[in-house]
């Protein structure tokens, strides 16, 4: 193996580990196999989401032409904190790094992180969770939809902000959910009444502004829109890029029919939801599966994905993508092999077969077996018809 195959396999590993949050096993694989000085995270072969830190949070579509909002903890739950400004000072989580040994740090302080998130999820604490994601990931979210933000700043949504308020409501209705296990029914029915039914309203404002695009216009003119804002806004500093200019997926407008169905499916959410408040024990109500260890665990995974994808990680570990395709390939092979022998078995037993046949003919069996065999080599002959025909008559 060459030094760049090997350098290429080191870095499909490490970035598996990274993917799967194995943290510890990370680190202790870059310091085995020497990633921290070979100089492989800083290659120009090295993918973007290894060789670039991800130093700050970027924008989300709804914080596009007003100052970026920072989590208010009594929206989560929380008590509240006066010091939003010192807060929102100490965004960035470290200095950019420059060489391969500060990427590997700024890789596992980020993957700590999210470790930290998806354990706060399944310990039963979405506050946590929304905190650290709101400070280090505020992409990944919108911010919480308080009386004062309870309609969104677009006419229309685009991808990134409609899947920022999906996963933020899907943690709020969390929240609601530990709240009420916890006994806790007076907090929950307030947290109800001033964060989960607002988002019934930024779907109203969406449905109320959105269209059917049959123009091509439409998504152009949205996208102008953002523009706009952006370059207006004095708040939108110069590392908050427009989700216009992302990619193809951020400029992507939500249909009228999806926001219908999403919509529906919240206002059901919700309601559900909200029954849990009457029963005495939850446990034993036909609400419990909301209560379940294995929810939390989809909902964890489904924020780690998130932040995996703003972090441009891709959908798939690479490792397992070369795995899947080498699978693939092999089993591809050991088919056509297979049918290949398989093959030439039946034809050299056709060769036998006509042998022993012919030997038959050979050694002088009767006209009735060289008819026999006649027919077995030209079954659709019209002479073959005609004579079976005729000597069956004659006799």
Same mark, same amino acid.
């Given at each position: 193996?060459? &030094?760049?195959?090997?350098?290429?396999?080191?870095?499909?590993?490490?970035?598996?580990?990274?993917?799967?949050n194995?943290?510890?096993?990370?680190?202790?694989?870059?310091?085995?196999?020497?990633l921290?000085?070979?100089?492989?995270?800083t290659?120009?072969?090295?993918?973007?989401?290894?060789?670039?830190?991800?130093?700050k949070?970027?924008?989300?579509?709804?914080?596009?032409?007003?100052?970026?909002?920072?989590?208010?903890?009594?929206?989560?739950?929380?008590?509240?904190?006066?010091?939003?400004?010192e807060?929102?000072?100490e965004?960035?989580?470290?200095?950019?790094?420059t060489t391969?040994?500060?990427?590997?740090? &700024?890789h596992?302080?980020?993957?700590?992180?999210?470790?930290?998130?998806?354990?706060?999820i399944?310990?039963?604490?979405?506050?946590?969770?929304?905190d650290?994601?709101?400070?280090?990931?505020?992409?990944?979210?919108?911010?919480?939809?308080?009386?004062?933000?309870?309609?969104?700043?677009?006419?229309?949504?685009l991808?990134?902000?409609?899947?920022?308020?999906?996963?933020?409501?899907?943690?709020?209705?969390?929240?609601?959910?530990?709240?009420?296990?916890?006994?806790?029914?007076?907090?929950?029915?307030?947290?109800?009444?001033?964060?989960?039914?607002?988002?019934?309203?930024?779907?109203?404002?969406?449905?109320?502004?959105?269209?059917?695009?049959?123009?091509?216009?439409?998504?152009?003119?949205?996208?102008?829109?953002?523009?706009?804002?952006?370059s207006?806004?004095?708040?939108?500093?110069?590392?908050?890029?427009?989700?216009?200019?992302?990619?193809?997926?951020?400029?992507?407008?939500?249909?009228r029919?999806?926001?219908? &169905?999403?919509?529906?499916?919240?206002m059901?959410?919700?309601?559900?939801?909200?029954?849990?408040?009457?029963?005495?024990?939850?446990?034993?109500?036909p609400?419990?599966?909301?209560?379940?260890q294995?929810?939390?665990?989809?909902?964890?995974?489904?924020?780690?994905?998130?932040?995996?994808?703003?972090?441009?990680?891709p959908?798939?570990?690479?490792?397992?993508t070369v795995?899947?395709?080498l699978a693939?390939?092999?089993?591809?092979?050991?088919?056509?092999?297979?049918?290949?022998?398989?093959?030439?078995n039946?034809?050299?037993?056709?060769?036998?077969?006509?042998?022993?046949q012919?030997?038959?003919?050979a050694?002088?069996?009767?006209?009735?077996?060289?008819?026999?065999?006649?027919?077995q080599?030209?079954?659709?002959l019209?002479?073959?018809?005609?004579?079976?025909?005729?000597?069956?008559?004659?006799?």
């Open positions: 193996m060459s &030094h760049q195959e090997a350098r290429d396999l080191h870095l499909l590993v490490y970035s598996y580990l990274l993917h799967t194995c943290a510890r096993t990370a680190s202790a694989f870059a310091r085995t196999c020497g921290a000085t070979a100089g492989s995270l290659s120009s072969t090295a993918p973007a989401y290894l060789s670039e830190p991800f130093t949070p970027a924008a989300t579509a709804a914080s596009v032409g007003k100052t970026p909002a920072v989590l208010k903890k009594s929206d989560s739950g929380t008590k509240n904190n006066n010091n939003n400004e807060e929102e000072e965004e960035t989580v470290s200095v950019p790094a391969d040994a500060e990427l590997i740090a &700024h596992i302080e980020y993957l700590r992180i999210r470790q930290s998130i998806c354990a706060s399944e310990a039963r604490e979405p506050e946590v969770a929304l650290l994601l709101s400070t280090y990931f505020r992409s990944v979210l919108i911010p919480p939809p308080s009386e004062h933000m309870s309609s969104p700043t677009s006419p229309l949504p991808r990134p902000e409609f899947n920022a308020t999906l996963l933020r409501f899907h943690l709020d209705i969390q929240y609601y959910v530990e709240l009420i296990a916890k006994h806790k029914e007076l907090d929950a029915l307030q947290f109800g009444q001033r964060t989960l039914w607002r988002y019934t309203d930024i779907f109203d404002t969406w449905l109320n502004h959105s269209i059917s695009l049959t123009s091509s216009t439409a998504g152009e003119s949205l996208r102008m829109h953002y523009s706009s804002a952006s207006s806004s004095a708040a939108t500093t110069e590392d908050e890029v427009s989700p216009s200019s992302s990619s193809p997926e951020s400029s992507e407008v939500v249909s029919l999806e926001l219908k &169905h999403k919509r529906a499916e919240i059901r959410h919700i309601t559900n939801v909200a029954a849990l408040v009457a029963y005495p024990d939850p446990s034993q109500s609400l419990a599966y909301l209560l379940t294995e929810r939390r665990k989809e909902l964890a995974a489904a924020v780690n994905d998130a932040i995996l994808c703003a972090m441009r990680f959908k798939e570990p690479p490792l397992v795995a899947r395709q693939t390939t092999s089993a591809y092979l050991v088919g056509y092999r297979s049918s290949s022998n398989s093959s030439s039946s034809s050299s037993s056709r060769k036998k077969e006509d042998h022993s012919q030997q038959q003919l050694s002088g069996s009767g006209s009735r077996n060289y008819y026999s065999y006649q027919q080599q030209q079954p659709w019209l002479d073959a018809f005609v004579n079976s025909d005729d000597s069956s008559t004659s006799t």
